[in-house]
Nanobody
């Protein structure tokens, strides 16, 4: 069964940090491009960060310098370290895996940042 399971969300205050994890199963994780997306109420889902199968990261301008995406292929897991969180980072965060024509989404994890 192909599955992505996110964890690590929660409620924090502005300036604090969180680390999200996304554990993959049922796919050849090492061959997948992985991404973190987020969707705030009333807004479209947007790309936050992505990482290629080779480990090259890419970030949205709004999170550059604050968020870091990484992957551990031995654990089939991708991480999103989020530092200096801001209220505008509040959203449901989704993990995404892409392998050729296959696109898989996780169920999402809520991140809420209070001011």
């Amino acid at each position: 069964q192909v599955q992505l399971v996110e964890s690590g969300g929660g409620l924090v205050q502005s300036g604090e940090s969180l680390r999200l994890s996304c554990a993959a199963s049922g796919i050849r994780f090492g061959n997948c491009a992985m991404g973190w997306y987020r969707q705030a109420p009333g807004k479209q889902r947007e790309l936050v960060a992505s990482i290629t199968s080779g480990g090259s990261p890419n970030y949205a301008d709004s999170v550059k310098g604050r968020f870091t995406i990484s992957r551990d292929n031995a654990k089939n897991t991708v991480y999103l370290q989020m530092n200096n969180l801001k209220p505008e980072d509040t959203a449901v965060y989704y993990c995404n895996a892409k392998l050729m024509n296959l696109v898989i989404w996780g169920q999402g994890t809520q991140v809420t940042v209070s001011s």
